[in-house]
């Protein structure tokens, strides 16, 4: 069954709509954009900033059957042409990358001309607080997804992390290009966790 507010998240996005949700690790971010993009027809994007992250994510989703795979510079250049090959054949349902793979510094046009020829039915940023500037996790790459949406055809946006704030929202959905946006906060509360002062 779905936990707090999942299922509004699920809906907006079934309609189509830009999604922010903030939520704490744990509660179960995945799920809201899995469910989508298993119900729409085409592939997904998930932007992931780690790559040991991504690689869990797709061996969870492939020990359920659900096509999904990730790219990234580990890979050698075989393995990289046959994920390329899954994907113009639409046999893959989940594709993990990481924002860098976007960047014509760090990755071959042809590579990024690979990706950027599927138009996904969602474009999924994970841990959207790496946009902003001020904060230790920032990373460039991330800042330009608003701009690889835009290449990629404007999908959906669904975008997820477990730390913002009103005015890092704010920002975050203004490098997207989606200021307008549902923003769906459900608390910082995690119960698992307590701080206790000693006197």
């Given at each position: 069954?779905?936990?707090?507010?999942?299922?509004?998240?699920?809906?907006?996005?079934?309609?189509?709509?830009?999604?922010?949700?903030?939520?704490?690790?744990?509660?179960?971010?995945?799920?809201?954009?899995?469910?989508?993009?298993?119900?729409?027809?085409?592939?997904?994007?998930?932007?992931?900033?780690?790559?040991?992250?991504?690689?869990?994510?797709?061996?969870?989703?492939?020990?359920?059957?659900?096509?999904?795979?990730?790219?990234?510079?580990?890979?050698?250049?075989?393995?990289?042409?046959?994920?390329?090959?899954?994907?113009?054949?639409?046999?893959?349902?989940?594709?993990?990358?990481?924002?860098?793979?976007?960047?014509?510094?760090?990755?071959?046009?042809?590579?990024?001309?690979?990706?950027?020829?599927?138009?996904?039915?969602?474009?999924?940023?994970?841990?959207?607080?790496?946009?902003?500037?001020?904060?230790?996790?920032?990373?460039?790459?991330?800042?330009?997804?608003?701009?690889?949406?835009?290449?990629?055809?404007?999908?959906?946006?669904?975008?997820?992390?477990?730390?913002?704030?009103?005015?890092?929202?704010k920002r975050i959905l203004t490098s997207l290009g989606i200021p307008d946006a549902r923003?769906?906060?459900?608390?910082?509360?995690?119960?698992?966790?307590?701080?206790?002062?000693?006197?």
């Amino acid at each position: 069954r779905f936990r707090g507010r999942q299922l509004e998240v699920v809906l907006a996005a079934l309609r189509g709509e830009a999604v922010l949700l903030v939520s704490t690790t744990g509660s179960g971010k995945s799920l809201c954009f899995q469910i989508p993009i298993l119900l729409r027809t085409g592939c997904g994007f998930v932007i992931s900033p780690l790559k040991a992250l991504m690689s869990q994510q797709v061996s969870a989703l492939q020990l359920k059957k659900i096509p999904g795979s990730f790219i990234n510079g580990d890979l050698g250049p075989q393995e990289k042409q046959i994920r390329y090959a899954l994907l113009r054949h639409r046999a893959l349902k989940f594709l993990y990358c990481t924002p860098e793979r976007f960047d014509v510094g760090m990755v071959k046009p042809r590579e990024i001309n690979e990706i950027l020829s599927c138009n996904p039915s969602y474009l999924v940023v994970d841990e959207a607080h790496c946009i902003e500037r001020w904060g230790r996790d920032f990373r460039p790459s991330y800042s330009k997804l608003g701009t690889v949406r835009a290449a990629l055809g404007n999908p959906p946006v669904l975008a997820f992390t477990a730390t913002a704030g009103v005015q890092s929202q704010k920002r975050i959905l203004t490098s997207l290009g989606i200021p307008d946006a549902r923003v769906v906060v459900t608390g910082v509360n995690r119960p698992n966790i307590a701080l206790a002062r000693l006197h």
